[in-house]
Structure formats: C-alpha cells, structure tokens
C-alpha cells in the first residue's frame, strides 16, 4: 500500500521552530521528487519546497527561503522540512506530495503526476 504520512506540525509562537516530517513507503522512494505544500484558511495550495531523492537537488519559495531547509533521508523514505522562524503566516496544513516525473529548476519544482499526496499536518504559528 502507498502512503505518504506526515507529522511533527504543532501550535508554536512567532520566531519559534518546527520540523514536519514525510515517511513514505509503498514506492520506490529514490526515484521521486518529495515536495511540500500548504494551504492556509482560505487560500490557494502554495508550494513551499521540494528535493529530488536521487540527486538532492532542492528549490524554495521566496516566502520561506532562508528560514526553510528541506532535506532526504532515503534510508529511512523520509523527507523533512525544518522551519525556523515561524510567522503567524505560516499557518497552514502541510502535505507532501511524491512525484516520479517532476523535474527541480532554478525557477521552481515542475510537477507532472503529483503521484501520491499526503493526508497532511496542521501547523499553527501564533502571534
């Protein structure tokens, strides 16, 4: 059975940290681009980051560059996200998605499948 699962969202204050996690099983993770999205109350689905399992190539949104690290432990099928210095803003439900044919540019993640999506975690960042 495929399955994406993510965890480690939470309520924490403004400038504080937290590090979601996506295990995945059920595929061959080395050859999918992970990515993370969110979706805050009323909004539009953002992409916030994504990495490529077999060559750890990385991108980010400019709203969370240099506060976002994504990162791959393909041992253990998971990707991380550590967010550091949270904003009320960055209140939103995180999923990740598995994507065997994305491709990771200077200029953003290109999805073309969006294979497999989590079912996501709520992460609450208060002012």
């Given amino acids: 059975e495929v399955q994406l699962v993510e965890s480690g969202g939470g309520l924490v204050q403004a400038g504080g940290s937290l590090r979601l996690s996506c295990a995945a099983s059920g595929f061959t993770f ?6 993370w999205f969110r979706q805050a109350p009323g909004k539009e689905r953002e992409g916030v980051s994504c990495i490529s399992s077999s060559d750890g190539s990385t991108f980010y949104a400019d709203s969370v560059k240099g506060r976002f690290t994504i990162s791959s432990d393909n041992a253990k099928n998971t990707v991380y996200l550590q967010m ?5 803003e960055d209140t939103a439900v995180y999923y990740c998605v598995a994507d065997r044919r994305a491709v990771i540019a200077g200029t953003g993640c290109y999805y073309y499948g969006m294979d497999y999506w989590g079912k996501g975690t709520l992460v609450t960042v208060s002012s």
């Avoid at 080395?30 to 990515?35: L, N």
């Fill in 84 to 88: 550091n210095s949270l904003k009320p």
């Fill in 30 to 35: 080395d050859d999918y681009t992970i990515g």
